[in-house]
């Protein structure tokens, strides 16, 4: 599995030679590995990477035992975190305030902070997290603001901080993070669950999370993280939002009643307690933040909020849409200006005729088409004009795979379907299973190509940017934005170009019908596919299968995750960091997943792009893709599950079907829903249900209408089971 061999990689790539350890790091190093190797997943068919023998994955070189074994020594550079106290360091922060209010008392701008840390939450620095003391005015943004960490303000990586510029080009912080801070002791006693969200909405809910110019409420439910590597004195309390926020908006969090195990209640900071009682303080951040805090305690009350109990409150401002997805938008439609109606040219390479029992003709094929990187393979980064914009670098060639099934002739011609496929996969999944078997029993003529930054050839570049700076998945990110580009061009292919082909001529006719054009994919391929939906102008109807956002939510929940935390906590050594490190991430991540994308899908689309409507297929207990994210997908999109349902979903309305417009269906494998905490779920490999809703005959059936009609109709005798 190339989780496995990351994981292994990674550790290789960590050290620095220092001889006295190799031995014993060496053994500590292999035995990772071999647990590694032996636990991980076997391969499924054209799914994920193969195992790797150990000796293989430790790699060859550098990559040899005399680098890997100092892994070790990662761990202890890394360890030098000391308790970080309210003021920072000695750098100064340039943050300003948030955007205007409406306050009586004009806001005064900042900075805030005396240093890079916020002393509001002293207990270590970047808390809480995301707050506007870390935004800068810029007129030159859609919000006039842009992300401005301090110096020291970011978790440190081998002993110095992450490197702040990879952040400062966004104008705020992403609308699906989930916003925490820590409070030592502190319990969830009686707070807003996964089971009864609504309760977040009432004037009891202990935490609160307001528009701060509307005032409205935002659903969410509190959790500590429990994930690992965490200790009494590394836990954070998290809000999770269970709708994609608004963009360019200013948020207002706040905590009240909070209590300890023994129930008592947990005692503010010495700055948030002078803030909010008004009293004396010498505090830099204190006084520089008076009128600040009168306007959060007004908009509080004006919520319903009082101020008297108060433990804590910040606020915080999500990025603009144009953050989002201006890069993605522009480079669609410079790719789309240079290929045509027709699509990329292409050639093709190889051709195999009868593969398997579904498949007449297997194609395999290169399309060119525009580079925004400055190289095509892995490892290239993203390539920028002088207006800020990706700009085109020459042109590039990436194979395609098409499946001609027996079914699709010149008489009957096959519709298209774009496959999607799962985590560092590669366009070969299905193509002697459930894909064969769907393209002829749909009579569908299915294509795949390489979802590139994060596809099979890409796992060496993927070790690189989580073993060094996480400013690196910047470019891992930027990688991405070419593999949406190259997905959306071969649908323009294939429907331009590709069906007049001579090799899908029978008796003088096409096998493909370039009218009838479709997305489907499955994990990654379902969670990049709501991107894809929102982006795409050939296809305005798509299936995805587990799909979920935000990844911030997404990866402490999967079983996939386990090697890439590992290979995480060799640099970042403790639990406040690793979240701190998602987040980040995450702000990156909104400019090709779903987070950046899924509000765009039907309604206030984005320039030049079509409606379009999904089906969400999801199975109860997934292992690698938490339901809760297909849910916020659901709900950005105003889907309806289709009733009788399994269970309930908060935000969701039920509907009897079939129905059209957007639509969910949760399947249940009568196995234990997913813990209630941010780990994944435990049990046999062979349980888990991910990957099994695509093969059941009822979830084809559905997904074939879906596609040819837009009709969300039911096929499962009942709620919808494996029986």
């Given at each position: 599995?190339?989780?496995?061999?990351?994981?292994?990689?990674?550790?290789?790539?960590?050290?620095?030679?220092?001889?006295?350890?190799?031995?014993?790091?060496?053994?500590v190093?292999?035995?990772?590995?071999?647990?590694?190797?032996f636990?991980s997943?076997?391969?499924?068919?054209?799914?994920?990477?193969?195992?790797?023998?150990?000796?293989?994955?430790?790699?060859?070189?550098?990559?040899?035992?005399?680098?890997l074994?100092?892994?070790?020594?990662?761990?202890?550079?890394?360890?030098?975190l000391?308790?970080?106290?309210?003021?920072?360091?000695?750098?100064?922060?340039?943050?300003?305030?948030?955007?205007?209010?409406?306050?009586?008392?004009?806001?005064?701008?900042?900075?805030?902070?005396?240093?890079?840390?916020?002393?509001?939450a002293?207990?270590?620095?970047?808390?809480?997290?995301?707050?506007?003391?870390?935004?800068?005015?810029?007129?030159?943004?859609?919000?006039?603001?842009?992300?401005?960490?301090?110096?020291?303000?970011?978790?440190?990586?081998?002993?110095?901080?992450?490197?702040?510029?990879?952040?400062?080009?966004?104008?705020?912080?992403?609308?699906?993070?989930?916003?925490?801070?820590?409070m030592?002791?502190?319990?969830?006693?009686?707070?807003p669950?996964?089971?009864?969200?609504?309760?977040?909405?009432?004037?009891?809910s202990?935490?609160?999370?307001?528009?701060?110019?509307?005032?409205?409420?935002?659903?969410?439910?509190?959790?500590?993280?429990?994930?690992?590597?965490?200790?009494?004195?590394?836990?954070?309390?998290?809000?999770?939002?269970?709708?994609?926020?608004k963009?360019?908006?200013?948020?207002?969090?706040?905590?009240?009643?909070?209590?300890?195990?023994?129930?008592?209640?947990?005692?503010?900071?010495?700055?948030f307690?002078?803030?909010r009682?008004?009293?004396?303080?010498?505090?830099?951040?204190?006084?520089?933040?008076?009128?600040?805090?009168?306007?959060?305690?007004?908009?509080?009350?004006?919520?319903?909020?009082?101020?008297?109990?108060?433990?804590l409150?910040?606020?915080?401002?999500?990025?603009?849409?144009?953050?989002?997805?201006?890069?993605?938008?522009?480079?669609?439609?410079?790719?789309?200006?240079?290929?045509?109606?027709?699509?990329?040219?292409?050639?093709?390479?190889?051709?195999?005729?009868?593969?398997?029992?579904?498949?007449?003709?297997?194609?395999?094929?290169?399309?060119?088409?525009?580079?925004?990187?400055?190289?095509?393979?892995?490892?290239?980064?993203?390539?920028?004009?002088?207006?800020?914009?990706?700009?085109?670098?020459?042109?590039?060639?990436?194979?395609?795979?098409?499946?001609?099934?027996?079914s699709?002739?010149?008489?009957?011609?096959?519709?298209?379907?774009?496959?999607?496929?799962?985590?560092?996969?590669?366009?070969?999944?299905?193509?002697?299973?459930?894909?064969?078997?769907?393209?002829?029993?749909?009579?569908?003529?299915?294509?795949?190509?390489?979802?590139?930054?994060?596809?099979?050839?890409?796992?060496?570049?993927?070790?690189?940017?989580?073993?060094?700076?996480?400013g690196?998945?910047?470019?891992?990110?930027?990688?991405?934005?070419?593999?949406m580009?190259?997905?959306?061009?071969?649908?323009?292919?294939?429907?331009?170009?590709?069906?007049?082909?001579?090799?899908?001529?029978?008796?003088?006719?096409?096998?493909?019908?370039?009218?009838?054009?479709?997305?489907?994919?499955?994990?990654?391929?379902?969670?990049?596919?709501?991107?894809?939906?929102?982006?795409?102008?050939?296809?305005?109807?798509g299936?995805l299968?587990?799909?979920?956002?935000?990844?911030?939510?997404?990866?402490?929940?999967?079983?996939?995750?386990?090697?890439?935390?590992?290979?995480?906590?060799?640099?970042?050594?403790?639990?406040?960091?690793?979240?701190?490190?998602?987040?980040l991430?995450?702000?990156?991540?909104?400019?090709?997943?779903?987070?950046?994308?899924?509000?765009?899908?039907?309604?206030?689309?984005?320039?030049?792009?079509?409606?379009?409507?999904?089906?969400?297929?999801?199975?109860?207990?997934?292992?690698?893709?938490?339901?809760?994210?297909?849910?916020?997908?659901?709900?950005?999109?105003?889907?309806?599950?289709?009733?009788?349902?399994?269970?309930?979903?908060?935000?969701?309305?039920?509907?009897?079907?079939?129905?059209?417009?957007?639509?969910?269906?949760?399947?249940?494998?009568?196995?234990?829903?997913?813990?209630?905490?941010?780990?994944?779920?435990s049990?046999?490999?062979?349980?888990?249900?991910?990957?099994k809703?695509?093969?059941?005959?009822?979830?084809v059936?559905?997904?074939d209408?879906?596609?040819?009609?837009?009709?969300?109709?039911?096929?499962?005798?009942?709620?919808?089971?494996?029986?």
């Open positions: 599995m190339a989780v496995a061999a990351i994981a292994v990689a990674a550790i290789a790539v960590a050290a620095m030679a220092v001889v006295a350890m190799a031995v014993a790091a060496l053994v190093a292999m035995t990772v590995a071999a647990a590694l190797h636990f997943p076997p391969r499924r068919e054209g799914e994920r990477l193969a195992r790797m023998p150990v000796l293989t994955a430790l790699r060859t070189s550098a990559r040899t035992a005399s680098l074994c100092l892994a070790a020594l990662s761990i202890a550079a890394c360890t030098d000391e308790p970080l106290s309210g003021s920072g360091d000695t750098t100064t922060s340039t943050t300003t305030s948030s955007n205007p209010t409406s306050s009586t008392d004009a806001i005064e701008t900042g900075p805030w902070l005396e240093g890079d840390c916020d002393p509001i002293p207990t270590r620095c970047g808390l809480p997290f995301p707050s506007n003391v870390w935004l800068a005015d810029d007129p030159s943004t859609a919000t006039g603001k842009h992300v401005a960490f301090g110096k020291t303000t970011l978790p440190k990586f081998k002993g110095k901080p992450i490197n702040p510029s990879a952040w400062a080009d966004s104008d705020g912080f992403s609308p699906g993070q989930a916003p925490f801070t820590q030592l002791g502190a319990t969830i006693a009686g707070f669950t996964q089971d009864n969200i609504e309760f977040s909405l009432s004037d009891n202990p935490t609160v999370m307001i528009d701060a110019e509307t005032g409205e409420r935002v659903p969410h439910f509190a959790e500590l993280d429990v994930s690992a590597k965490v200790t009494d004195k590394t836990q954070l309390l998290m809000l999770r939002p269970v709708i994609r926020l963009d360019a908006t200013r948020y207002i969090v706040a905590l009240r009643r909070v209590k300890d195990a023994d129930g008592n209640d947990i005692a503010p900071s010495d700055v307690k002078a803030l009682d008004d009293t004396p303080s010498e505090d830099y951040s204190v006084r520089r933040r008076r009128t600040l805090y009168k306007d959060i305690f007004e908009r509080l009350e004006k919520a319903g909020v009082a101020r008297d109990d108060l433990q409150a910040w606020d915080y401002s999500t990025s603009s849409r144009e953050n989002n997805t201006q890069w993605m938008v522009h480079m669609r439609d410079a790719a789309l200006a240079v290929v045509g109606d027709e699509g990329p040219e292409y050639a093709i390479d190889t051709v195999e005729d009868n593969p398997n029992e579904h498949i007449k003709k297997r194609i395999y094929g290169h399309m060119t088409v525009p580079l925004y990187l400055d190289k095509p393979g892995p490892g290239g980064t993203l390539v920028f004009g002088d207006d800020g914009m990706p700009k085109q670098n020459g042109m590039a060639d990436y194979t395609f795979v098409v499946h001609v099934p027996n699709a002739t010149g008489d009957n011609p096959a519709a298209l379907v774009q496959n999607g496929h799962g985590l560092l996969g590669s366009k070969d999944e299905g193509r002697n299973g459930f894909l064969a078997a769907m393209a002829d029993k749909d009579r569908m003529v299915a294509f795949s190509v390489d979802f590139i930054g994060m596809a099979e050839e890409d796992y060496d570049t993927v070790v690189d940017a989580i073993s060094n700076d996480v690196a998945w910047k470019a891992v990110v930027g990688r991405q934005h070419q593999g580009i190259n997905s959306l061009l071969a649908m323009r292919m294939m429907k331009g170009r590709f069906w007049k082909d001579p090799l899908v001529q029978d008796n003088g006719k096409s096998v493909i019908d370039p009218t009838k054009c479709y997305y489907r994919g499955d994990s990654q391929g379902g969670i990049f596919g709501t991107s894809y939906m929102a982006l795409s102008t050939d296809v305005t109807r299936l299968g587990e799909p979920g956002m935000p990844y911030n939510l997404l990866l402490n929940r999967s079983s996939d995750f386990t090697p890439f935390f590992f290979v995480l906590a060799l640099y970042y050594n403790d639990a406040i960091e690793l979240q701190r490190v998602l987040g991430v995450q702000m990156h991540w909104d400019r090709v997943e779903p987070m950046g994308y899924a509000p765009y899908i039907h309604t206030n689309m984005l320039p030049n792009t079509p409606s379009h409507e999904i089906l969400i297929h999801a199975a109860i207990g997934d292992y690698q893709v938490t339901p809760l994210g297909a849910h916020m997908i659901a709900r950005a999109v105003g889907a309806q599950n289709l009733s009788p349902t399994n269970r309930k979903i908060y935000g969701i309305p039920e509907k009897d079907g079939p129905f059209t417009g957007s639509g969910i269906v949760e399947f249940d494998f009568n196995l234990p829903e997913s813990p209630k905490t941010n780990v994944p779920p049990g046999p490999e062979d349980d888990d249900p991910h990957d809703v695509r093969v059941l005959d009822s979830a059936y559905q997904t209408v879906w596609l040819r009609e837009g009709i969300v109709k039911p096929f499962c005798d009942q709620t919808c089971n494996p029986e």
